[in-house]
């Protein structure tokens, strides 16, 4: 029997509907821009902040760059979708996104799981904290999220890849599922399905066990402060932190550790966009911008970089120069940055006074 191999596969996208496609795209766009933004700026802090290289900003670091691979192998292509209305994708580009994809959304659960028991050793073991989290144990973690996703998804990939395909080549999606390519080869995947099913039912419910218990401690610690003002703000940390993980997971779990439907369906691709961008979009915000030492940092940094342009343009007025001292006396201004601006200010200021005493 001749069979027609495939060269590229339809991607139907989340709708059908043009008007619906335009709103999506607009969302998604200021979305992604959203994601980036949030991103770039925890990278820029965790860097540019050379007293902030704790563990936990470490973490964050690694975090912001793995969020930013991962939603770039779906985002920009499904922008471009909606935008030409141009559905086709050619089967090595298909395998290229299916493989990034799930790797990367492997990673995103290992490192989730890493920085939920970073913040119970912080929490629950403060006294020892540095010493189980030093920088080599830091790394090492670190680079296990990145070793062992690739590991467990790399086999059954290669296994895919190898599949033939002989149509049909329409996939009810806006990315290349896994679920939905095993159903489109002309041959038997039962034991792909098989492999990817128990795979993916590990990652998930090992990761959730960490972070659920890591949590569960840190509650339990919670409890015991005295201020009744910490305890509030600790429970307002940990509840945005634990609203963002249990969409990430419920949606994930419900998606992928069950039997796929034939064809794919409609509730399969909304899961599939609240885990690959409504979820990526709150994590910079939850995680790292509402942490308020990250905050602070994020103010000195601006701070700083409006006081450098203050001095290069020169020439303030009386009144600008009452505005920067003001700018100078609040608390998360940095101190090493005061020094050579309030000298400026101080000499702008004499010179003003000298010309206002002339003129009279």
């Known amino acids: 029997m001749n069979h027609t191999t495939v060269v590229e596969f339809v991607l139907l996208g989340v709708t059908n509907s043009r008007h619906l496609e335009i709103i999506l795209f607009l969302f998604l766009m200021v979305a992604y821009f959203l994601i980036l933004l949030g991103n770039i700026a925890v990278i820029s802090i965790t860097l540019v902040n050379r007293f902030r290289q704790t563990p936990m900003y470490y973490f964050l670091r690694n975090f912001a760059l793995l969020e930013i691979t991962f939603t770039s192998t779906v985002i920009p292509s499904t922008l471009y979708s909606l ?5 086709k994708i050619s089967l090595p580009g298909c395998f290229l996104q299916m493989l ?9 659960f290992f490192h989730v799981a890493t920085m939920s028991f970073d913040r119970y050793v912080a929490i ?3 006294l020892h904290y540095t010493t189980i989290m030093n920088n080599r144990f830091c790394l090492q973690l670190v680079l296990a999220c990145w070793a062992v996703s690739f590991l467990l998804m790399f086999p059954p990939t290669v296994m895919i890849v190898q599949l033939p395909f002989c149509g049909p080549n329409v996939m009810n999606h806006f990315y290349c599922d896994t679920s939905l390519l095993l159903q489109l080869s002309c041959t038997d995947t039962g034991f792909i399905e098989g492999l990817m099913l128990i795979i993916l039912s590990i990652i998930i419910t090992s990761t959730l066990i960490v972070t659920a218990v890591s949590y569960g401690c840190i509650v339990i610690t919670i409890l015991h ?5 910490g305890r509030k703000k600790a429970f307002s940390t940990c509840s945005a932190h634990l609203m963002v993980v249990m969409i990430f997971y419920s949606t994930c779990a419900y998606r992928y550790i069950r ?18 961008v409504v979820t990526q ?8 911008l509402r942490n308020s030492q990250v905050k602070q940092a994020l103010k000195e940094s601006m701070l700083k970089a409006f006081s450098s342009s203050l001095r290069q343009f020169g020439g303030l007025g009386l009144a600008d120069n009452h505005i920067l001292i003001q700018l100078l006396t609040h608390p998360f201004y940095p101190i090493e940055a005061r020094t050579d601006l309030t000298g400026t200010i101080n000499s702008n ?11 009279h």
């Open 225 to 229: 402060i005295s201020s009744s003002t």
């Open 124 to 126: 629950c073991h403060p």
């Open 281 to 288: 979009m709150l994590n910079p915000y939850v995680y790292s």
């Open 100 to 108: 990034l994809f799930f790797y990367l959304g492997t990673c995103t």
């Open 83 to 87: 935008l030409t209305e141009k559905k």
């Open 259 to 276: 039997p796929a439907q034939r064809g794919g369906q409609d509730s399969d691709k909304v899961l599939s966009f609240f885990f690959s």
């Open 349 to 359: 200021l004499s010179a003003e006074t000298e010309d206002v005493h002339k003129g």
